[in-house]
């Protein structure tokens, strides 16, 4: 018993070394990692919606955070929003950046964070052919949220092959963020 | 053996995936281009070093009982610091070896030399094996990355090499081309060190 103990104290000790060392680390690269991911979010947004040069984010009582987009800095002519869609994948938060016009029409996707199955959830951002888009998010161009289902689930989403998990948590969060996007614009009535 | 050995043995004699077969996983995942090759053989040689140095210092201080999990503690440190340094410092590169990073830790490569020779040897010979070790992995992951991204999408580090009318070989940058090359290379490494015997 008190051999045991002993392993288990220095065992700890080892750990918390590692713990420690590494909460160091992760101080310093902490702002360069959300700089990063701040750099991809904002190309993002300019491929979602093309036609926006400018944005601006919103925050609502529920907390739900979404940007409008407008044509030119000085006018308040709004040419779409832009939200983010959180979806529990097989083995990553999938993170999806959303373009929509004033309709709430999609204009494009753009998945920009995911750590899925390499060969298989990875091919939600795979590239085929000559199409600059992946061709899972070209799907989404142009589709109101009530047509956002997986085919297996009646949908006009084609689920990637060996990867349905993946493709229902990107459909599914991408049509939820619209709904609530969509309550809460029409139910304050700020169009 | 001589220090000089201890580094060279990892290039070919010993050489990890051509000779113990070691880390086929990545070696077969993640070579499909020539970049993804050097920069998993980078981060795989920085944490094998630092884990062979770590564990040689303390591998007096280390029960018998409980080295296995003492050892991954200490390489999945620094795999976690190299996957915190690639996602702020390089950020294409952190997306595209993706999931294959924190891998590392279960990587038998590094475990297998903290095991099988950082807990036996002194810090300078560890410190050689570890170097020896990884650059021979990161030598194949560039040699096997560097045919299958020619072959499989006529490209080399991302600069197209042929006209317009080269078809690339598709396969060779799907999975099937991972174990072609890595066979021929193995092939080759065999009749290499039969004549040089």
Redesign the interface.
């Known amino acids: 018993m008190k051999y045991i103990l ?2 288990g104290l ?2 700890m000790v ?2 918390v070394v ?1 713990g420690l ?2 909460g160091f ?2 101080n310093i ?2 702002s ?2 959300l700089e ?1 991911e701040g ?2 979010g904002e190309k993002a947004q300019r491929e979602v919606l093309p036609e926006a040069s400018a944005f601006v984010d919103f925050t609502t009582n529920g907390g739900f955070e979404y940007k409008k987009g407008y044509a030119d800095k000085d006018t308040a002519d709004i040419v779409g929003y832009v939200v983010n869609a959180y979806g529990n994948g097989y ?1 990553s938060t999938i993170r999806t950046i959303v373009g929509l016009d004033t309709t709430f029409t999609i204009e494009a996707i753009e998945i920009v964070y995911q ?1 899925e ?3 298989l959830g ?1 091919k939600c951002v795979e590239i085929r052919g000559d199409s600059p888009e992946p061709w899972f998010e070209a799907q989404f161009d142009g589709k109101k949220p009530d047509e956002l289902l997986v085919d297996k689930d009646g949908g006009t989403i084609d689920a990637i092959s060996g990867a349905t998990i993946t493709s229902r948590a990107v459909t599914n969060s991408v049509r939820e963020a619209i709904e609530e996007l969509k309550k809460h614009l029409t139910k304050g009535g700020s169009q | 053996m001589k220090l000089g050995g201890e580094f060279t043995k990892g290039l070919l004699k010993e050489n990890p995936v051509l000779v113990l077969a070691l880390g086929l996983c990545p070696t077969l995942a993640v070579t499909n281009t020539m970049v993804n090759g050097i920069g998993m053989g980078i981060a795989a040689t920085f944490v094998l070093v630092c884990s062979n140095l770590v564990i040689s210092l303390i591998k007096n201080l280390v029960p018998n009982r409980i080295r296995i999990p003492v050892f991954i503690t200490v390489i999945a440190t620094f795999v976690t610091v190299v996957k915190l340094v690639m996602a702020g410092y390089f950020p294409g590169l952190s997306k595209a070896l993706g999931i294959f990073i924190p891998l590392i830790v279960v990587n038998c490569i590094i475990l297998g030399r903290a095991e099988g020779f950082a807990s036996k040897n002194n810090v300078l010979r560890s410190l050689l094996d570890g170097l020896g070790m990884g650059v021979g992995f990161m030598l194949i992951l560039i040699i096997i990355g560097a045919v299958r991204e020619i072959l499989g999408a006529g490209t080399i580090l991302g600069h197209p090499l042929f006209g317009e009318s080269f078809k690339p070989a598709l396969l060779m940058i799907l999975p099937p081309g991972g174990f072609f090359s890595i066979a021929i290379l193995i092939g080759l490494s065999n009749l290499l060190q039969k004549r040089l015997e």
């Open positions: 002993k392993l220095i065992l080892y750990t590692a060392s590494l680390i992760n690269t902490r360069k990692i990063q750099n991809a083995s750590e199955t390499p060969g990875t």
